[in-house]
């Protein structure tokens, strides 16, 4: 993260130069962060040891989003293509399959690494490093939610069969909220909202 916002600075160079001593120790660097597998057509080199394999690759990887200044919260840099791997940034790869003990694991592992962030200090420049958990899929959202099959919503507990009964109510894990709204729901509100315009 120093690197990354080292370079920043540097590229931002006569914007930096035009902010106060204050706002230069108040900068705050958004960024977003996930991890996820993948299976590749192995190499036909062969490993020293036979229990070695690059048939599957697992990586975690962090994308610069926003640089913010003062208490405002004001926009100095901001991420032009936030979905392009433009600025991604990979931070760890793993040869080695996607289960959901092994996304745990770097969850954790991530998580820790955060904790231990301290700000970038560059001469008269400080910045703050705020890290979002943002970059997930089905089976990312499933493991850190410890959801056991993706036919169930990580945020209500609801099977897909069950998501025809649109009068229960069901108790909803706020904490889980933070990934985003599960599909069957954007669908069935989109749904029930059409439906209501109609009549």
């Not at 990887?61 to 004001?74: H, I």
């Not at 940034?89 to 996304?103: L, N, Y």
């Not at 025809?164 to 669908?187: C, M, Q, T, Y």
Request: net charge neutral.
């Amino acid at each position: 993260m120093d690197h990354t916002a080292t370079l920043l600075i540097l590229h931002l160079g006569e914007v930096i130069e035009c902010l106060s001593n204050d706002e230069k120790r108040s900068l705050i660097l958004f960024s977003k962060w996930g991890c996820d597998g993948s299976l590749q057509i192995e190499y036909k080199m062969k490993f020293d040891h036979e229990c070695d394999s690059d048939a599957n690759i697992f990586q975690s990887s962090v994308v610069p989003l926003q640089l913010v200044y003062g208490p405002e919260k004001k926009i100095l840099w901001q991420d032009p293509t936030p979905s392009s791997l433009r600025y991604c940034r990979p931070k760890r790869i793993r040869f080695i399959k996607e289960t959901s003990d092994i996304t745990n694991e770097e969850i954790n592992y991530f998580k820790s690494q955060i904790t231990a962030i301290s700000r970038t200090e560059i001469e008269d420049i400080s910045i703050k490093h705020k890290m979002l958990f943002t970059m997930v899929d089905g089976k990312a959202c499933n493991a850190a939610t410890h959801t056991k099959s993706t036919m169930r919503c990580y945020i209500c507990d609801a099977t897909s069969s069950e998501f025809n009964d649109l009068i229960k109510k069901r108790a909803s894990k706020e904490e889980n909220l933070n990934f985003g709204l599960f599909l069957l729901h954007a669908r069935i509100r989109f749904f029930l909202e059409f439906i209501t315009c109609s009549i």
